[in-house]
Antibody, heavy 114, light 106 residues
Framework: EVQLVESGGGLVQPGGSLRLSCAASGFIFSSYWMSWVRQAPGKELEWVANIRQDGSEVQYADSVKGRFTVSRDNGKNSLYLQMNSLRAEDTAVYYC???????WGQGTKVTVSS | IVLTQSPATLSLSPGERATLSCRASQSVRSDLDWYQQKPGQAPRLLIHGASDRATGIPARFSGSGSGTDFTLTISSLEPEDFAVYYCQHRGNWPWTFGQGTKVEIK
């Protein structure tokens, strides 16, 4: 069964850091672009970042560029999102997705608040 | 690229036809997908490439359009279809979503 499971969310103060993880199973992880998508409470979806199969190319939304870093470990079938200098507006549910194939995890909630 | 969905809310009864619109600020060719989202759930891919149903999606869902104007049609609403629908382009980066159309029970 194809599955993506996010972890690492939680409550963090403004200016703080958090690292999200996504564990993939049921498919050849190294063959796919992977992505992070987020949804602030009551808001529409925002595509945050993409990473190529071998990690050689990454793309970021302007809202997170310079603060967030997407990475992957194909040996561990895992995707990561390092989030630094967090702001209140980064509060959201963060989803891991297998590119644009329609495979999504259930999300992990990040709250940035003092 | 800005995607504008209309209407914001669609109030219909089960069995009725739903027509949702998505307009792009510039051409996205056919690189346009539709998602359904229910409260507390991850989005579910319905349509990819503007008109191709994703795996397991019922035939009552159909997509059309290319360039800047796209339509999602639900031919006869089932109770489980009442949800929020988003269009999303995957042309030039950054990929963006529309603001969503809520299909609610009348």
């Amino acid at each position: 069964e194809v599955q993506l499971v996010e972890s690492g969310g939680g409550l963090v103060q403004p200016g703080g850091s958090l690292r999200l993880s996504c564990a993939a199973s049921g498919f050849i992880f190294s063959s796919y672009w992977m992505s992070w998508v987020r949804q602030a409470p009551g808001k529409e979806l925002e595509w945050v970042a993409n990473i190529r199969q071998d990690g050689s190319e990454v793309q970021y939304a302007d809202s997170v560029k310079g603060r967030f870093t997407v990475s992957r470990d194909n040996g561990k079938n895992s995707l990561y999102l390092q989030m630094n200098s967090l702001r209140a507006e980064d509060t959201a549910v963060y989803y891991c997705a297998r590119g644009s194939s329609g495979i999504w995890g259930q999300g992990t909630k990040v709250t940035v608040s003092s | 690229i800005v995607l504008t969905q209309s209407p914001a809310t669609l109030s219909l009864s089960p069995g009725e036809r739903a027509t949702l619109s998505c307009r792009a600020s510039q051409s996205v060719r056919s690189d346009l997908d539709w998602y359904q989202q229910k409260p507390g759930q991850a989005p579910r891919l319905l349509i990819h490439g503007a008109s191709d149903r994703a795996t397991g999606i019922p035939a009552r869902f159909s997509g059309s359009g290319s360039g800047t104007d796209f339509t999602l049609t639900i031919s006869s609403l089932e109770p489980e279809d009442f949800a929020v629908y988003y269009c999303q382009h995957r042309g030039n980066w950054p990929w963006t979503f529309g603001q969503g159309t809520k299909v609610e029970i009348k």
